[in-house]
């Protein structure tokens, strides 16, 4: 008998028992191709905890329950055998096959997990969870369905007390100390008793056992021929009000062989559908309070506990209630077969998918009230951001759509809900990755639901009349195949089309201007690759080792004698050959600040003139390219050669003549490659990126994220095929020209809105849901680039009145002036305008022999501390910090007085004026 029973029990639950065990598999090899970075710390084994549960609590929900669903109790009761054998044939047929099941995944578990990768007793701690959740599930699942005649109520309630228990016990150990061993007797106590209490209730308590109850529905509907003849009707009597209210009162009246001539109506769809809308809710009136109270409970308990809640908690008790009902809207009908009552009655497929579907939506809306809004007045939701929330409740829908699907295809309600609850799991997690690595946008997994349910009403015809063949299957995997296309088309068309196309930039000007056909002996591009090689020759400080320092001066000079320098052919530039483009200004920087130190030491003023020079050279020949990089290469020169230049010109032993003949060089050095040509070059730099072979692009994305083909990190070459696929390449093409186009308006902004701010926080957060492993790699941000050249104009300013101010000196017998606006108009026509607020600089004379103090008060961070130029705070400056140039006397007297009436201004006023904004000079 015991062999009989078994047998019974696995061709009811082998599907799922076989359905998980899969499922288990595929998703551990997935996880362990992608290179996980906990694949080998143990997740598996709690994993395994979690199937096995699942199964579990299935298996014991439909041990008995499910035997009520389908009428197998009486089959069960006209055996030889007595309820106590039917019972421990059930309970030991759920132990072995779980215990089977749990096996078998924790060798899996084991064969993917590095013990010694694990923290010190995670390992207990996570076999003892896969022991004590199964068992905890199966009992509760038992339990319930020894009470309940609906084995998926039972499931639900069996999960429930699954999750409410494990967290107890937990608690009970971990915050009052008590030990394991204490633990697992407590757990084995709360089993004892669920499986005792099934024993009783299913052997003895036939009085406390719910009779099983039947649906009785005489159907309104009357089926009669459409015509206006006369049609034999026999005497029907009204057996509901229903019937009285809606059959027509002559053919009540009518006797029962007396013809009479009646018009015969159409059938009424609203009489059709609220009869159908009374069936479904007489179905669901069982589970529908127990999601009922599952709500209120939940926002009870959210009300005690403080009023937050975590979003986890949240969406695992909504999950499970959709999951239940979204598996008995048609699940119900399909196990017991009761459709064929429908179609028996004329029912239309079109009326009961709507019937049924209606009444769930809005008795879940109702739920929904009564859990979402004591929930909004009570707690808020912890730990999620907006994002995480609406992937939480698009999931949710579609665990309630697919669960609709599988209850209509699969019979059996238990089955029907693992398998939902499975591919929801394995499409949460996907879903989860892709929103993590920015390839969907949760609002992009709501197109998922209204295609589910579209299938399920298509495919309701077959549901409802159960058409023999494989006529109705075959229909069933050709709408899924659609809907998948259709679900597969929307998505690549949101990518590739969800960002209007803005066009490409046109190339730089400075583009047009550099010769293609250039020699060898003409280019300094292969000696500049030179320099770069004694970069790690490099002290600690930063300092060149004397033999090096040589080296890159002589080949710096020989670099500038060279009328151009092209790196890369801009026509091929990419973001994959942008690395040929040496970084050689910190280099060049090191060694020839260390020269003018040198010169300015032992009074070699015009020595130390022409390291400033030959940087300034070498940054023309650097910024050529007009992108980022060249940019940025070129600005790091002119600044360097900045801080000479004020440093040779407050030098106290300067004289006149020196300064005339500088002055030329001094206040028109090399502009900086301008702003909007570097913003078009580095935007058709992009281009020319993404318009590269597949293969190449993804070598490029590649070799960023560090990627070892002789390891196991398939994650990122995963991460980067997807993101490399046609219609990212086109998201990200079309993202490249909108960001270009932001940049350039951003460039126009004035100066002292940008000065000091590197705008890269706001930058990152606004375009974070734009960002992939592919426009990650590509996306281009001139925030730092623009606050340089912001920082390198105020720098040009400060020099030019320095300049101003020791040409006062000159002719006043080198004292200082009281005020800049004694400067105007004997000096300059208009003072130097600071880039930081807008206005002039400060100027104060300090006391005795100290000099004077130049500064700009508006620096909000330490973003200059280099020499001759200092930061310092002052809370009275809005910035929060000040840039400081402390101008020392001169040492000799001027050989003219400043008080001769022929005196005239050292040189022309407007060669002082500094640039309106950064890069209007033309190189």
Avoid at 692 to 720: K, M
Wanted: with cysteine; hydrophobic share 50%.
């Amino acid at each position: 008998m015991y062999t009989r029973l078994w047998w019974k029990e696995w061709r009811q639950f082998w599907p799922i028992w076989l359905f998980i065990l899969c499922a288990a598999l595929l998703i551990q090899a997935f996880t362990l191709g992608l290179g996980s970075e906990n694949a080998g710390k143990g997740i598996f084994v709690f994993l395994a905890a979690m199937w096995v549960s699942l199964y579990a609590v299935a298996v014991g929900a439909g041990a008995i329950a499910g035997e009520q669903e389908i009428g197998g109790m009486k089959l069960l009761d006209a055996l030889p055998a007595s309820r106590r054998v039917v019972w421990s044939a059930k309970v030991g047929f759920g132990i072995a096959s779980s215990a089977a099941l749990l096996i078998l995944l924790l060798a899996l578990a084991w064969l993917g997990t590095d013990p010694s990768g694990m923290p010190v007793g995670m390992l207990q701690s996570a076999v003892i969870l896969a022991l004590i959740a199964p068992t905890i599930a199966f009992a509760a699942g038992l339990f319930f369905s020894s009470c309940t005649p609906s084995a998926i109520t039972a499931a639900v309630l069996g999960i429930v007390t699954t999750l409410v228990a494990l967290p107890v016990n937990s608690v009970t150990v971990l915050v009052y100390d008590v030990p394991w061993g204490i633990g697992i007797i407590w757990t084995a106590m709360e089993v004892v008793v669920l499986v005792l209490g099934s024993w009783l209730i299913f052997t003895h308590g036939n009085s406390l056992r719910p009779a099983t109850s039947r649906f009785y529905l005489q159907s309104p509907i009357v089926y009669v021929p459409r015509g206006d003849g006369p049609v034999s009707v026999p005497r029907l009597a009204p057996r509901s009000a229903l019937a009285a209210a809606i059959i027509p009162g002559p053919i009540l009246a009518a006797g029962p062989a007396q013809p009479l001539a009646i018009r015969v109506f159409p059938r009424s769809i609203i009489a059709e559908l609220r009869a159908l809308a009374w069936q479904a809710l007489r179905e669901m009136r069982g589970l529908g309070a127990v999601i009922l109270i599952l709500a209120i409970a939940t926002s009870l308990f959210a009300a005690m506990a403080g009023g937050a809640v975590d979003a986890p908690w949240l969406f695992i008790v909504s999950g499970i209630s959709l999951l239940a009902a979204g598996t008995s809207v048609f699940g119900i009908e399909s196990q017991a077969r009761s459709q064929r009552f429908l179609s028996q009655h004329a029912a239309r497929p079109g009326a009961v998918w709507a019937a049924k579907i209606g009444v769930w939506l809005v008795v879940l809306a109702v739920i929904a009230f009564f859990e979402v809004l004591p929930a909004s007045l009570t707690y808020h939701v912890m730990g999620s951001t907006p994002a995480e929330v609406m992937t939480l409740i698009a999931v949710g829908l579609i665990l309630f759509t697919l669960a609709i699907l599988c209850g209509m295809a699969i019979r059996r309600m238990i089955t029907a809900a693992v398998v939902a609850m499975v591919f929801t799991l394995v499409l949460g997690v996907v879903a989860g990755l892709a929103s993590a690595t920015n390839l969907s946008s949760p609002f992009s997994l709501f197109a998922i639901p209204p295609l589910l349910l579209l299938t399920t009403w298509a495919w309701a015809g077959d549901w409802l009349y159960e058409r023999p063949g494989a006529g109705r299957w075959v229909r069933l995997g050709l709408l899924m195949i659609g809907s998948l296309f259709l679900i597969s088309l929307t998505y690549c068309g949101s990518r590739a089309w969800g960002i209007r196309d803005l066009g490409a930039l046109s190339e730089p000007a400075a583009w047009s201007s550099t010769s293609e056909t250039v020699t060898e002996e003409q280019n300094a591009a292969e000696i500049y690759r030179r320099i770069a090689h004694f970069g790690r020759f490099a002290d600690n400080q930063g300092v060149l080792l004397s033999q090096a320092q040589r080296e890159v001066e002589e080949l710096a000079n020989r670099a500038v004698e060279r009328p151009f320098c092209v790196f890369v052919n801009r026509g091929k530039l990419t973001r994959a050959n942008e690395r040929s483009i040496p970084r050689v200004a910190q280099i060049i920087s090191l060694a020839f600040e260390e020269r003018f130190r040198q010169h300015m030491q032992e009074g070699k003023l015009d020595r130390a003139l022409e390291t400033i020079v030959l940087r300034q050279k070498i940054a023309r020949h650097l910024g050529s390219l007009s992108v980022m990089q060249s940019a940025q290469e070129s600005g790091l020169l002119i600044e360097s050669a900045l801080y000479s230049a004020i440093a040779w010109t407050k030098d106290p032993a300067q004289t006149e003549e020196q300064l005339r003949a500088a002055e030329s060089i001094l206040v028109t050095p090399p502009s900086l490659p301008l702003i909007r040509d570097v913003i078009h070059g580095e935007s058709r730099m992009l281009e020319q990126t993404l318009a590269l072979s597949n293969d190449e692009l993804v070598d490029y994305c590649l070799s960023n994220v560090g990627y070892d083909p002789r390891g196991t990190r398939l994650r990122d070459a995963f991460r980067v095929e997807l993101s490399t696929t046609p219609w990212e390449v086109e998201r990200a093409r079309r993202l490249n020209r909108v960001w270009a186009r932001r940049e350039l308006r951003r460039a126009e902004l004035p100066a002292s809105i940008r000065l000091g701010h590197v705008d890269n926080s706001s930058w990152n957060i606004d375009l974070a849901p734009e960002l992939t492993p592919l426009t990650s790699q590509v996306y281009f941000n001139t925030s730092k680039l623009l606050n340089d050249y912001d920082r390198i104009q105020a720098q040009q300013a400060l020099l030019d009145q320095i300049i101003a101010i020791r040409h006062w000196q000159f002719r006043h017998d080198g004292a200082f002036p009281v005020g800049l606006d004694q400067l105007v108009p004997e000096v300059v026509k208009t003072l130097p305008m600071d880039p930081g607020t807008g206005g002039t600089f400060r100027f104060s004379r300090l006391p005795g022999d100290a000099g004077a103090m130049l500064t700009s008060p508006r620096w909000p961070s330490q973003s200059v501390s280099v020499e001759p130029l200092e930061w310092r705070v002052e809370p009275s400056s809005p910035g929060g910090g000040v840039l400081a140039v402390r101008i020392p006397p001169l040492r000799s007297k001027p050989v003219q007085p400043a008080s001769h009436p022929s005196a005239k201004p050292a040189s022309k006023p407007e060669a002082l004026k500094p640039p309106s904004k950064p890069g209007d000079a033309k190189p």
